[in-house]
Each structure stands twice: as structure tokens, then as C-alpha cells.
């Protein structure tokens, strides 16, 4: 196993990954994880913020949110799977404006976090200002929690090397709406792009 990048909370940052009430509130969710996974996910995300705030590292929240339909029909693949079995049936009625799935679930923001919104692609970095929020501030390691860890997680790890930062995907703060991908795609990033670690060994790592 390769040891893990340096954790200096000047140079590090947790990227949060679409923790919103689109995908976590199965009251609003027009995306749904599972209720028992969503739980799961919260809480976990919940205790490690908590425990990375305290170490000094910033929180960046990244949310998808589109102005109008349009925006999401123009990607093919998905506009031919809404309203099939697929798991991602539901995508031309994701995150539109108005919506409360746009919302952050409480449990993971916190006072001296910021928000990238306006995601519109699995991509983090895509058409967002997220690698000039990052860089200004001096980061180049990134711990990455949130949904889908075969979707946007991979994709936004792919797009962090390329960008030549060091990402590690925080395994137990990340999960799917395609469960059968999840380790799957982490055994894609650990042969290939990053760093896959437990929320336990990364505060160890900072303590």
C-alpha cells in the first residue's frame, strides 16, 4: 500500500461531493440513495468533517445545480436514460432550481466551510471554479467524500491527477446508487489515480 500523500491542513483540503438532499433526503430525493446507505453516508461525513475541521483543514461542499432542463438533456447518455429502469431515471428532474434536493443536508456544513455550486457534469473541476478556489488557497492534497463513487467521485479523482493534485478517496464517506460499482470503482482509483483510505487512518494521519 502506498503511504499517504502529505496531510499539512495548509495544503489540504476535503472536497465534499454532492451531499445534498438530492441524493441523501429520500423525502425530496430525486436521485435517491437507498434511506439505510443515505443514513450511512451522512453519518460518517458528519464525524469526519468534525474531525477535520478540528485539525485545521478547510471544507469545500461542491453542488450540482442547473438552471433549466435543457442543461441536463444535452448530455446523450442521459437524456436516453430518463424515465427507464436505469438508476439515474430520474436526471431531467435532478437539481433544478426551486428544488430542495439543492440543498446541502445539515448534518455536514459547517460555519467555516464554503460551497461551490452549479455543478453540472460528474466532473467537480468542469465548468466550476473549483481548481482557482483550491489553488488560491495553497491546496494540493484533496480527501474526497460524497455521491457516487462510480460517477462523480471517479470522475472528479480522474480530473484532480490530472490536475496534479493528490487525491484520496475516503472509503467509508463515499458510496452509490449503483452498489455493485462501489469497489470497483475505488480498486480504479487505487490502481491508477489516487489514494483510497478509512476516515479512521486519515485523522490518525492529521492527529
Known amino acids: 500500500m502506498n503511504p499517504l500523500p502529505d496531510l499539512d491542513p495548509a495544503t ?18 430525486t436521485m435517491p440513495l437507498p434511506a439505510d446507505v443515505a443514513s450511512r453516508v451522512i453519518t460518517a461525513n458528519a464525524a469526519f468533517l468534525a474531525g477535520v475541521r478540528a485539525a485545521g483543514i ?15 438533456a444535452s448530455n446523450p ?13 430520474g436526471v431531467l428532474r435532478h437539481q433544478l432550481p426551486g428544488s430542495p434536493g439543492l440543498e446541502l443536508v445539515p448534518e455536514v456544513l459547517g460555519g467555516g466551510d464554503f460551497v461551490v455550486t452549479g455543478k453540472k457534469r460528474y466532473d467537480c473541476f468542469h465548468a466550476t471554479d473549483l481548481d482557482h478556489a483550491l489553488r488560491s488557497r495553497g491546496i494540493r492534497t ?3 467524500t460524497g455521491v457516487n463513487t462510480n460517477s462523480c467521485v471517479l470522475a472528479t479523482t480522474v480530473s484532480a491527477n490530472t490536475l496534479d493534485y493528490a487525491p484520496v478517496v475516503v472509503s467509508d464517506c463515499v458510496d452509490t446508487m449503483d452498489p455493485a460499482a462501489h469497489e470497483a470503482a475505488l480498486s480504479v482509483v487505487r490502481q491508477a489515480f489516487g489514494w483510497v483510505a478509512p476516515s479512521t487512518e486519515l485523522l490518525e494521519a492529521l492527529a
Open 12 to 29: 489540504t483540503a476535503v472536497v465534499t461531493i454532492d451531499l445534498h438532499r438530492g441524493h441523501l433526503d429520500p423525502a425530496v430525493a
Open 58 to 72: 478547510r471544507v469545500v461542499h461542491v453542488v450540482t445545480g442547473y438552471r433549466a432542463v435543457e442543461e441536463i
Open 77 to 89: 447518455w442521459w437524456a436516453s436514460v430518463a424515465d427507464t429502469d436505469a438508476t439515474r431515471s
Open 142 to 144: 484533496l480527501l474526497l
